[in-house]
């Protein structure tokens, strides 16, 4: 598994913060889509001044395929800061801001070491091998923490008035994902020899704080399906390395995962990719949490 160091992408322009743009009397934070709306809620918590917004809908999942739409366009020339996830997951965002040109970019991913996965592409008979960075980096806690330190600091440099605010609600979060981070050692302590196949390319991420391995992972939320060949060997891959669990993420609409099951007797386990959900603050930890919950069951 390669690692390279996320690239940083800090964009400030020199006079935005000296005009800040307001929404009904408020100043506009965005949000590129889910995990870091809920990040950006819990370090704002309580400053009525400021608004945060969600660009992606709360439902929208992961935004490889996103396009923006004439309500993205509002909502970033509306916004005085954009807060980002980084490494590679709003790469369609480029020429967007391109044109916005005294908006703030926080990206969350900077110093964040991301995990490379091998990319398939099928043409013909030819199959290519690629690497790409997994941007998935929300679901590891400690990549958590270290998304909500980047995007605390952007934050105190925009908004210095609400320096205390952010900082009192900064160390209220970490000591939440530190608890949290805690209880990953229930986990850890008995799921290094649980061997699985995953549909989701952010539990590469899940899977390195809680130590099991994934022998396999096929990218659906891409839209993709395994092949009747590939199917056939990812079926001897489970039998031949004691593949215990599946794992699909809640939205997953493809066939192949109920294929394998039922031609290897191997369960299938929905854990949930955070990538959409309820505007809660605790939203990230009661996540993670039936995220155990479920890995200790099949752990057990």
């Known amino acids: 598994m390669c690692v390279v160091l996320a690239l940083t992408l800090l ?26 709306y809920i990040f950006t809620l819990n370090l704002l918590n309580g400053i009525e001044e400021v608004n945060v917004e969600c660009m992606a809908e709360q439902s929208a999942g992961c935004l490889h395929d996103y396009t923006l739409t004439a309500k993205d366009a509002k909502l970033l020339s509306d916004a005085q800061v954009l807060i ?4 590679g997951m709003e790469s369609f965002l480029q020429d967007a801001l391109e044109g916005v040109g005294n908006l703030n970019v926080i ?28 941007s998935h980096i929300w679901l590891s806690v400690k990549n958590a923490k270290k998304q909500v330190e980047n995007i605390k600091n952007g934050l105190v440099k925009e908004f210095p008035r609400y320096k205390n605010k952010i900082e009192e609600n900064y160390s209220d979060y970490i000591e939440r994902l530190d608890a949290l981070q805690e209880e990953q050692k229930t986990v850890l302590s008995g799921s290094k020899a ?21 022998s396999a992972t096929i990218e659906s939320d891409e839209g993709y399906e395994p092949s ?4 056939a060997s990812l079926s001897n891959k489970i039998k031949n390395h004691n593949i215990k669990a599946l794992f699909i993420a809640p939205d997953y609409s493809g066939s192949s995962a109920e294929i394998l099951g039922r031609e290897t007797n ?26 155990y919950r479920i890995i200790l069951k099949e752990v057990k």
Do not use: R
């Open 266 to 291: 191997t369960e299938i386990y929905v854990l949930n990719p955070f990538i959409s959900g309820e505007e809660e603050l605790t939203a990230y930890e009661d996540i993670m949490k039936d995220n």
């Open 107 to 134: 990206d969350s991913s900077l110093n964040i070491e991301l995990i490379c996965d091998e990319e398939h592409h099928h043409e013909d008979e030819h199959n290519e091998h690629h690497h790409h960075e997994n």
């Open 194 to 214: 649980l061997n699985t196949i995953s549909f989701h390319g952010a539990f590469e991420y899940l899977a390195l704080d809680l130590g099991f391995n994934i």
């Open 11 to 36: 964009i400030f322009s020199g006079c935005a913060g000296n005009t800040p743009k307001t929404q009904e009397g408020k100043i506009t934070v965005a949000t590129s889509f889910y995990p870091v």
């Open 84 to 87: 980002i996830n980084g490494a």
């Open 228 to 231: 009747a060949k590939e199917l």
